[in-house]
């Protein structure tokens, strides 16, 4: 997921996805990516800046869906794409940031996570220290749901502060959506329609705004 313009940060290097911390790359020793603190991780790769460039960027490698509300909710920007993984494995965590009028009032932030069982970058992004939604997970029915190829999938809501998150498992990965505020929530109170960018034959006009200030910088 190298390079150039396409990044917004500009820290060198890939980072742990749970913690931020530099890592230890492959060598003779270990052909993985390791942590001072968490051990093996995939490699949380620098902020893709919101742009087709960007999207192309974490697209090339994607392992996991990539996923965008569509058509966006009225007045919303996509603002940047972020990835964990690495060359041999692929990309097994996407995140795509947007921003938009939020229904409870103000500027609403969201990010879309697709991952792979135990990579915990939706959990980073939610503010907990874990790798997968488990045991986070509220009990009882669906607090809300996703449109995708006309199948409504649940998603309960995740306990964190700050901000409301809900999570689910779709074509077996987790699903997250994270937004701030916590009113924003207010964004699910109807399912939103999905679409995996990975798929061939999309020409979605997609409108840029300012690089989001939830993505690693």
């Known amino acids: 997921m190298a390079n ?4 917004v940060r500009t820290k060198d290097g890939p980072a742990c996805p749970r913690c931020d911390a530099r890592l230890r790359g492959p060598s003779i020793l270990a052909s993985g990516w390791h942590c001072p603190d968490h051990g093996e991780v995939s490699p949380l790769w620098p902020t893709l800046s919101p742009s087709r460039a960007g999207l192309s960027g974490l697209l ?14 009225d ?8 990835g964990a993984g690495d060359e041999c494995s692929g990309t097994k965590g996407c995140a795509v940031a947007l921003s938009g009028p939020s229904p409870a009032g103000g500027l609403a932030e969201l990010l879309v996570v697709s991952e792979d069982p135990r990579v915990g970058l ?13 045991a986070h997970l509220t009990a009882g029915p669906p607090a809300a749901a996703v449109r995708l190829a ?6 309960w809501r995740v306990q964190v502060p700050g901000r409301a998150a809900f999570a689910g498992e779709v074509m077996g990965t987790w699903l997250w959506l994270v937004l701030w505020p916590r009113a924003a929530g207010a964004v ?5 329609r999905l ?14 705004g300012a690089p989001s200030p939830q993505l690693p910088r």
């Open 4 to 7: 150039g313009g396409r990044r």
């Open 60 to 73: 090339r490698g994607a392992a996991v869906p990539v996923w965008l509300p569509w058509p966006l909710p």
């Open 75 to 82: 007045g919303w920007l996509v603002t940047g794409f972020a």
């Open 122 to 134: 939706g959990c980073r992004f939610a503010g907990l220290d874990g790798l997968d939604p488990g």
């Open 150 to 155: 006309g199948h409504e999938l649940p998603l």
């Open 188 to 192: 699910l109170d109807k399912p939103l």
């Open 195 to 208: 679409r995996d960018l990975r798929d061939p034959g999309q020409e979605l006009d997609l409108p840029f």
